[in-house]
């Protein structure tokens, strides 16, 4: 998805008009929807430190605007390719369902993504049960990973399951070999 569309998306999330957001960003009132819709359109692309200021009045993390081309299913699908190239994202069958899941066999990389989507999980199971809201929930996805809590993505420590699987898994390894 193009910045343009992620901004379009949090200012109307937050209730904004492209003037009320352009003169946030010091625009001169007289264009400031000009600017905006600029931004908005994808005629122009904001610079890093515009980006950062967009993100604190939006009250998003920067990462959050700029995500990768997904507006097409063929950009989805490349997207998807190269996280499974670069973190060990694998597509699997289970119950006649489509699933994802991380190979965390596959390196640092792709165990450090096992812990994000972990304590992503956690949060949705908190959303699940009630104990946050939908607005508590949306601030942690587009804060992340500002308003993480959980850890896990500071500091791994595998479950004994996941130790045994480990060694078993090396063990195989040194069979075939």
Same mark, same amino acid.
Do not use: C, P, T, W
């Given at each position: 998805m193009a910045i343009g569309e992620r901004i379009h998306f949090f200012r109307t999330l937050r209730g904004m008009t492209q003037k009320? !957001? $352009?003169m946030a960003l010091g625009f001169p009132e007289k264009s400031a929807d000009v600017r905006l819709a600029q931004y908005e359109n994808g005629s122009r692309t904001p610079k890093a430190d515009l980006t950062a200021a967009l993100a604190q009045i939006l009250e998003v993390s920067p990462h959050a605007l700029a995500v990768p081309d997904i =507006?097409?299913?063929v950009g989805l699908m490349h997207t998807l390719f190269t996280l499974e190239d670069r973190y060990g994202l694998k597509i699997c069958e289970c119950d006649g369902e489509i699933h994802l899941r991380v190979d965390v066999?596959? $390196? @640092?990389d792709a165990a450090r993504l096992? %812990?994000? !989507?972990c304590a992503w999980g956690e949060q949705a199971a908190k959303l699940k049960s009630g104990e946050i809201s939908k607005e508590d929930y949306d601030r942690w996805r587009y804060r992340y990973p500002e308003f993480d809590t959980t850890g896990h993505w500071h500091k791994v420590v595998p479950s004994q399951g996941l130790s045994d699987l480990l060694v %078993?898994?090396?063990? @195989? =390894? @040194?069979k075939d070999k």
């Open positions: 009320y !957001l $352009g =507006d097409s299913y066999f596959q $390196g @640092k096992h %812990e994000m !989507l %078993e898994e090396l063990n @195989k =390894d @040194k």
